[in-house]
């Protein structure tokens, strides 16, 4: 894996907090596979670390301040931003996401957010407390659709004592999220058609049925497709995200809208994800006028939708097809029966209706099951688990090319 970084430019900015002594691993990890790597600190990191671990880890002097003479010569924080293939900003506490996010640059990382034209990796580390605050879900929700490509955080023990999500990823977890982006890419070339969120299916003009869909799998992975070098077309069902950018995005209402989007483009994709919660059934009559509350109860007639993953999956030519599974029991059976019945590559299986991961969570597990093997994908961010599907698709699809 270290070549495909060789010779990339890693900027790795460090802000304040506990989990910046990782940092230094991580600098020594990227080196051993290649990367050349300088790093840029705030002033509240130095009091976690040393500048001169990193200068002797890196081979390069650290810069610290916005505004110094001697470093603006040398290399100022926009020739920093120029040079950089990759910025990672490693540990980033709440507030460094917080200025990011709504574009503030008082500080040198801040500054070198704003300005870096390159891929942007941010590695999480905060208090569980931070981590689960709306102000902080908020401003990871609008860098995410900002395109900046979030690493964990981790769940488990934290320095404060407490337990929760807020553990800054591990050093091989950010080498490895970086790596894999940085590579000219394991999808450079492919074409992905995902879907994501719910559908609604119309009563009446002011009601519909509908799920607890986010659409937060289905544009995780579309971020991770692209990452990984992808050109992604995303069929989404109604959600509050921002549209990535780095996708092109159809967005559709019903069941039926989202099979017609997907059967128009699929023969045209090489790579089809099925990551929608798709209304099985919709009402038979959809009513011109909003239904009156005059009976005591009333029956709704429902009627079969089609099953978009099914039908992509019997075209002649079909692209590699990815099923999900969301169960509430039986996983495996359930996940098993899926892959067999409609004849898929690949079915990612998760829970729901439990108390972690599935429908609107940050977090999710997954039990990947194609026909000659399984992998379980265990319980962390979204945004991570993408990355991670992402490169089993592209390995069980390159195996498959070269059986
Ligand atoms: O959107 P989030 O809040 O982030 O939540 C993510 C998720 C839980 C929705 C996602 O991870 C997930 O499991 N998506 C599939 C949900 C689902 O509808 O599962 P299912 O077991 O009912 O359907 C099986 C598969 O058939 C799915 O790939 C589904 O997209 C597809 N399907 C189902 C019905 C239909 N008419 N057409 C389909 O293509």
């Avoid at 040079?83 to 070198?112: E, M, Q, Y």
């Avoid at 769940?155 to 337990?163: D, H, K, N, S, V």
Wanted: charged share 20%.
């Amino acid at each position: 894996m270290g070549a495909l970084i060789k010779n990339q430019h890693i900027l790795l900015a460090v802000t304040g907090g506990i989990a910046a002594y990782k940092s230094a691993e991580l600098v020594r990890l990227m080196r051993k596979h290649g990367a050349e790597v300088r790093v840029v600190m705030t002033e509240a990191a130095t009091g976690f670390i040393s500048p001169l671990t990193f200068q002797a880890l890196s081979g390069h002097a650290v810069h610290t301040a916005l505004l110094d003479e001697s470093q603006e010569n040398a290399m100022g924080h926009i020739n920093l931003a120029r040079w950089a293939d990759a910025l990672v900003i490693a540990p980033a506490t709440a507030n460094c996401l917080a200025k990011c996010r709504h574009g503030l640059a008082d500080d040198l990382v801040s500054a070198l957010y704003l300005t870096a034209t390159c891929p942007v990796f941010i590695a999480p580390a905060m208090n569980q407390a931070m981590w689960a605050k709306a102000a902080t879900q908020e401003n990871i929700e609008a860098l995410q659709g900002h395109g900046v490509i979030m690493i964990g955080p981790n769940a488990g023990e934290q320095a404060c004592g407490e337990t929760g999500f807020g553990r800054m990823a591990e050093a091989w977890e950010i080498c490895d999220a970086v790596l894999g982006s940085a590579e000219s890419g394991m999808l450079a070339g492919k074409t992905v058609l995902i879907t994501a969120g719910p559908t609604r299916e119309p009563i009446d003009p002011v009601r519909y049925l509908s799920n607890h869909s986010s659409g937060k799998m289905g544009y995780a992975l579309a971020e991770a497709a692209a990452a990984a070098g992808a050109s992604v077309t995303l069929v989404s069902g109604p959600v509050s995200l921002t549209p990535p950018k780095t996708a092109t995005t159809i967005q559709v209402e019903t069941a039926e809208q989202m099979h017609r989007a997907v059967l128009e483009r699929a023969r045209s994709h090489d790579i089809f994800i099925a990551a929608a919660a798709v209304a099985d059934y919709r009402p038979v009559q959809v009513e011109t006028h909003k239904i009156k509350k005059t009976a005591d109860g009333m029956t709704l007639t429902l009627e079969k939708n089609p099953d978009i993953l099914a039908d992509v999956a019997k075209l002649d030519n079909p692209p590699f097809t990815v099923g999900f599974a969301a169960e509430t029991h039986d996983l495996e059976h359930y996940a098993l029966d899926k892959l067999a019945r409609k004849n898929l590559n690949m079915v990612a299986a998760n829970w729901v209706g439990r108390d972690q991961g599935g429908f609107g969570s940050e977090l999710n597990a997954l039990e990947v099951f194609w026909p000659a093997g399984r992998q379980s994908l265990p319980m962390t961010a979204k945004t991570r688990l993408a990355g991670q599907l992402i490169a089993l698709i592209a390995e069980r699809m390159h195996d498959q090319n070269t059986a």
